[in-house]
């Protein structure tokens, strides 16, 4: 539940743009400010929540404003496809923030079977779930070396085990797992853990993009996860504050399937 008289209510969220970076600058010092990339829905809007549960201030970075509001969260409108306005973005949260909580969440998946793959997707998907969190980690990293700490949490899938239709999406997606083990082991020594969370099928506006709700694949898809059901996005946002939280820095360069148990077997969607 939120901290003492603070409320998540609905409604357009504060920008700091617009804000007084003076103010925001002092009420920032001595809080941990974490950075969630498709924050504005699904699985991205929990993982916030659950942060600003915690204390953190939080800044979202998605196409669209979150529908909540909190005095500790800042929205921030931005395509992470396009490289230049994630770079603008990037250097100015950087300038007014010091961020030592980066969790990249933002992702779309592009179905097509092998010969309907077009490149101009694969570019997309490579800019949006590789490239962007490239720009955000080079540019939060300065802050977290000086502070001798950072938590730094990407957003993979159980798709990147193999899924039909999901060529550019996987691959994308199992690239996140290359790159958070090199960080892990590049900065491990310096008090910053590089994790990596893989969801399942969790009933998100993206799954439902693919899935009829109330459907009988819908059904059919949650009797065949071992757990019998079909994930929520808190699953996946208490896995991700595990990684987050400050006294878990034993752990870094791992992957956690919050799948329901669908990577030990097969998926068909």
């Known amino acids: 539940m939120p901290h003492r008289d603070e409320e998540l209510t609905p409604g357009k969220a504060t920008d700091p743009h617009v804000a007084d970076p ?5 009420h ?4 941990h400010v974490a ?3 498709g924050g504005s829905a699904g699985i991205g809007l929990s993982i916030c929540q659950h942060l600003l549960e915690r204390g953190y201030e939080v800044i979202s970075l998605a196409r669209r404003p979150p529908p909540i509001r909190h ?3 800042h929205g921030i409108e931005v395509d992470l496809a396009d490289r230049e306005a994630t770079a ?4 100015d949260i950087a300038a007014r923030f010091s961020v030592t909580t980066f969790v990249h969440n933002a992702g ?11 490149l101009e997707d694969l570019d997309m998907l ?8 490239l720009q955000l980690t080079q540019a939060f990293l300065p802050a977290m070396r000086e502070k001798h700490f950072g938590r ?7 798709a990147a085990l193999g899924l039909a239709t999901r060529t550019a999406y996987s691959a994308t997606k199992a690239g996140m797992l290359g790159m958070a083990r090199t960080w892990a082991m590049e900065l491990g020594a310096e008090g910053i853990t590089v994790n990596v969370v893989a969801p399942g099928p969790i009933r998100t506006d993206m799954f439902y993009d693919i899935v009829e709700k109330n459907s009988d694949k819908e059904r059919s898809l949650a009797a065949a996860v071992p757990v019998k059901r079909l994930g929520e996005s808190a699953d996946v946002a208490r896995a991700v504050c595990f990684f987050t939280e400050p006294a878990n820095g034993f752990v870094t360069g791992q992957v956690l399937y919050v799948c329901g148990g669908t990577s030990i077997g097969s998926l068909v969607l």
């Open 71 to 73: 005095a500790r969260l």
């Open 126 to 133: 490579l800019e949006l779930h590789l490239g962007s969190a």
């Open 152 to 158: 730094i949490v990407l957003l993979s899938s159980r």
């Open 108 to 118: 779309i998946i592009k179905p097509a079977l092998l010969p309907d793959v077009r």
């Open 88 to 91: 603008a973005v990037a250097r």
């Open 22 to 26: 003076h103010v925001a600058n002092a």
């Open 28 to 31: 920032v010092a001595n809080a």
């Open 35 to 37: 950075v969630v990339t």
